[in-house]
């Protein structure tokens, strides 16, 4: 009996549809009817069966890659060529991301509760990052025509931030550790 035996053409499938969609699968998912964080069953089957997963993606010519640290895998891609549009999609979360930390920062709050459901942003938070002109014409540049909300969108498509309830959203284990790992890059530079 082989590692392919014992998981579900299904949950293969669906494993595949969220590295396609260009999401990571964290740990954590947000639970929006009990307002709270759960386990995310796709992580622990990856998680649970990592050696196998790691083959069939390098099969598929990507690396699974799993961040510790942030508790999330995503995919990278095999080939030396740089693939134009994961760097675009990179670029753009990381501006979103950024704009997120400035401001977060800039209220002289710590980063860290902005991966935390009970703080992150709220309505003023959100209400002043998208009545700010600067941050506005930095979304445009990253080609953010409707501004925060779809920059917002872009995020929570991808798992990196969770919407809280009305006015509210988080970001998710992986979102902070790729905001911490911006502003560690930022701090040499």
Not at 8 to 22: D, K, N, T, V
Not at 37 to 57: E, G, Q, W
Request: aromatic residues 12%; charged residues 30%.
């Amino acid at each position: 009996m082989s590692e392919f035996d014992n998981i579900l053409p299904a949950h293969s499938a669906a494993i595949y549809r969220e590295f396609q969609a260009g999401r990571v699968i964290v740990r954590d998912v947000w639970d929006s009817n009990r307002s709270e964080l759960r386990a995310n069953p796709l992580y622990n089957l990856v998680y649970n069966h990592l050696s196998h997963f790691r083959t069939f993606y390098e099969h598929l010519g990507s690396e699974l890659v799993f961040n510790e640290t942030g508790a999330f895998f995503f995919l990278k891609e095999s080939s030396d060529d740089e693939n134009e549009e994961h760097d675009e999609n990179a670029f753009r979360v990381q501006v979103i991301l950024l704009l997120i930390g400035r401001y977060f920062a800039r209220s002289g709050r710590d980063l860290e509760y902005l991966g935390r459901p009970d703080a992150g942003l709220n309505e003023q938070d959100l209400s002043a990052l998208a009545s700010d002109e600067e941050y506005q014409e930095i979304l445009r540049a990253a080609r953010f025509e409707r501004g925060l909300q779809e920059a917002l969108d872009y995020l929570e498509k991808r798992h990196l931030l969770f919407r809280s309830g009305a006015g509210r959203c988080f970001l998710s284990s992986a979102g902070l550790h790729f905001l911490q790992a911006l502003v560690r890059e930022y701090e040499r530079a």
